[in-house]
């Protein structure tokens, strides 16, 4: 049975209070930037996991496209001093490899689409800046780990998880690996609420039970 819908949520990462990460996450220091552009529609959505990387690190912001009367301003990307680059699974990208890093030293601004895949077509073509940026798109990697969502295509995974690997190539494993235990707890505890896992099946067990 799912726990009472009545619980309040954290605003940070919507999960309910009594079982929310935030307090037990301490933000990494990062060479690298991550923007995420995020659909409006999927900024209301409870199970979205690109939220959580302002919780997880520093050099880290959400933006949001798409809603009334907030344009999205990108303009500030325009910055010499960095590589900017949109994670995007185009094929006729480069991979995100050591060759990638090694063609330019600069810190790397990475910007992030975050919708479902209709969502981030869209908005990869109809804003302009978006649609101009460098592409640049992860090499093969495991299967996701998103339990809370399906997608038909076993090559596609999560927001969260597509940063943590992006990152594991330009911070290395620590960081990658400090963002898919995050990205675990996160899943684990939603479906603990939802009653559909037991609590020994949750990493580090759940905090409050009491609600």
Not at 70 to 75: A, G, H
Request: hydrophobic content about 40%.
């Amino acid at each position: 049975m799912s726990r009472e819908r009545h619980v309040p949520r954290c605003p940070r990462c919507a999960l309910h209070v009594p079982i929310c990460l935030c307090d037990s996450l301490t933000p990494m220091a990062t060479r690298s930037r991550v923007l995420v552009v995020m659909h409006f529609k999927e900024a209301v959505k409870q199970s979205n996991s690109g939220r959580l990387i302002t919780v997880a690190l520093q050099q880290a912001e959400i933006r949001e496209r798409g809603a009334l009367n907030q344009p999205l301003d990108l303009s500030d990307l325009a910055d010499p001093s960095r590589r900017v680059a949109l994670l995007y699974p185009d094929p006729e990208a480069p991979a995100l490899d050591a060759a990638w890093c090694a063609a330019d030293p600069r810190p790397v601004t990475l910007v992030v689409p975050d919708g479902n895949w209709r969502q981030t077509v869209k908005m990869c073509k109809r804003d302009a800046v978006l649609r101009d940026l460098p592409r640049v798109r992860l090499g093969p990697g495991a299967p996701s780990q998103y339990r809370l969502r399906s997608h038909p295509d076993p090559d596609r995974v999560s927001t969260l998880e597509a940063i943590a690997r992006a990152l594991g190539v330009l911070e290395g494993p620590a960081v990658q690996a400090s963002l898919e235990d995050t990205f675990r707890r996160f899943v684990e505890r939603t479906l603990w609420s939802r009653g559909t896992l037991p609590e020994d099946a949750v990493t580090g067990g759940i905090p409050r039970k009491d609600w």
